[in-house]
């Protein structure tokens, strides 16, 4: 295939069709997985998944190259993925985004350097730094009237640069759909001679479109990581990483801590889903997204003649993605938890992430206009039920404490549970993470204050929950009592 890949054609579906011609070729299997094309498949599954998706889970058999060593229709697709979306080299990725973005810090931040990131990062990425032994240095994100946690400014970037760290890293959309200013960061970061990696989890999308903000490879970042699964047509767990042509980047290293963090054993049925996925929009994404584009506005506009709802928008001139849709419904007299909660039991809605004051919705090529009419009627439906106003619960969270220990110290050290009280003037040993806003307020190797519990207490009073630690209620905490050596 390496010949051939000069080629490339995007109406080419090379692993798809390896794939579906070795499900097909008649042969006795004697390799994993153990039920041998859904022969050994338990009955009940096999009723609820039928058996095509059988036949096809297979391993990686001469025909249909190796994930980690690319010389055939793996390395066709993820050459014509790379093309798709703007890419130097793609890789696939059957371990999700998060597997992505852990190989990104393991390949560029070394035992003992530092990475630059927003303190509202995804939780790889903290786990990344707790496998590598790296520092974090956290950037606060903007947040916005509403609580909401915007991109971060390039300003902050320039900021926290001045620590010297190894890499930044960038969220970039957020959760919320808010693009960063990928093109200043990128070149604050090069001016120093360190990579931009940018988390796009809920990006993939951005490329096909020009009413998108600006991929991140465009806009100069060295890798990009996309969840093709969370927007576009791919199986959950199935993403890519992106790599800019000049990127800063030591190759080997990024190879060696990809197949570190996946499993030995990836799925081809998720594989194949990337390259159906990308087929799907190289040839006609740019319609489809045109559609959902259209779809997305019309539901706007009958959304925002419902009085008492508010659809909230970014601040103006803020990059961000027309097809993330979050709610706020405070004026109507629900939270984003009950909302959630009546849309669906009662009405036959189910969103994306419930907050305190808001509902976000992720809509995308796979919505129908059905769909969206019940969206819009589900949300004049719980309208019908508008009760007094819910006053605003806005509370700024503590700014974050600096390092004691890095995480890997905290975590590997010798930990132990307390009673929350006895846990203030400790070091963490965990990552605490209330919703909202989904930003950490205590990251293992931080010193546990007397602010930070109450604020959490608070948030839990107001209805928000505690993510990340392993006692959500928040009686006990985990403390560190040893640390392990830098
Ligand atoms: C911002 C962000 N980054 C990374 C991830 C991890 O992506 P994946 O689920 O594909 O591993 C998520 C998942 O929710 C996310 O929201």
Request: a negative charge; aromatic letters at 4%; proline letters at 10%.
């Amino acid at each position: 295939v390496s010949e051939s890949l000069d080629a490339l054609d995007p109406n080419q579906t090379p692993l798809l069709d390896a794939l579906a011609a070795a499900a097909q070729r008649p042969h006795a299997p004697f390799y994993t997985p153990g039920h041998k094309q859904g022969r050994g498949i338990s009955p009940r599954l096999a009723n609820v998944l039928g058996s095509a998706v059988f036949r096809a889970d297979l391993p990686e058999l001469p025909d249909l190259d190796n994930l980690f060593a690319p010389e055939g229709v793996i390395q066709a697709a993820q050459a014509l993925a790379a093309i798709a979306f703007g890419a130097d080299e793609t890789w696939f990725l059957a371990n999700g985004s998060t597997s992505g973005i852990q190989a990104a810090i393991l390949a560029t931040c070394p035992p003992g350097s530092s990475l630059l990131l927003p303190r509202n990062a995804h939780r790889c990425a903290i786990t990344a730094l707790i496998l590598s032994g790296a520092m974090p240095i956290f950037v606060s994100p903007t947040i916005d009237a509403d609580h909401i946690p915007l991109g971060v400014s390039a300003a902050a970037i320039a900021q926290g640069l001045t620590a010297q760290p190894a890499a930044v890293l960038m969220v970039s959309p957020t959760y919320h759909g808010v693009s960063s200013d990928g093109a200043a960061i990128a070149a604050l970061a090069h001016a120093q001679g360190i990579p931009l990696i940018v988390d796009e989890a809920h990006g993939a999308h951005f490329g096909f479109h020009p009413h998108f903000p600006q991929p991140a490879i465009a806009a100069g970042a060295d890798l990009a990581i996309q969840s093709i699964h969370k927007t576009l047509g791919a199986m959950t767990q199935a993403a890519m990483l992106h790599r800019h042509p000049n990127a800063r980047i030591d190759r080997d290293r990024l190879t060696e801590s990809l197949a570190m963090v996946q499993s030995s054993s990836p799925s081809y049925l998720l594989l194949a889903s990337l390259d159906a996925a990308r087929h799907q929009m190289a040839t006609d994404g740019y319609q489809l997204m045109d559609e959902t584009l259209a779809r997305v506005a019309r539901a706007r506009e009958h959304l925002a003649r419902i009085p008492g709802l508010r659809v909230w928008e970014p601040p103006a001139g803020t990059p961000s993605d027309p097809t993330r849709l979050t709610l706020d419904l405070r004026g109507l007299g629900f939270t984003g938890f009950e909302a959630d909660e009546w849309l669906h039991h009662h009405l036959g809605v189910t969103a994306e992430l419930p907050s305190l004051s808001h509902l976000t919705f992720i809509i995308s090529l796979g919505n129908t206009r059905d769909d969206m009419k019940q969206l819009v009627q589900g949300i004049q439906d719980l309208a019908q039920h508008r009760r007094p106003p819910i006053p605003t619960a806005i509370l700024p969270p503590p700014p974050p404490e600096v390092p004691i220990l890095s995480p890997r110290q905290a975590v590997f050290g010798r930990r132990r549970r307390l009673p929350v009280s006895e846990a203030i003037g400790q070091v963490c040993g965990e990552l605490i993470c209330p919703y909202p806003p989904g930003i950490p307020v205590l990251m293992p190797g931080e010193c546990i204050t007397a602010d930070a519990i109450a604020y959490l207490h608070q948030v839990q009073a107001l209805g928000g929950t505690i993510t990340g630690c392993a006692d959500p209620t928040l009686q006990t905490l985990s403390i560190v009592e040893e640390a392990i050596a830098p």
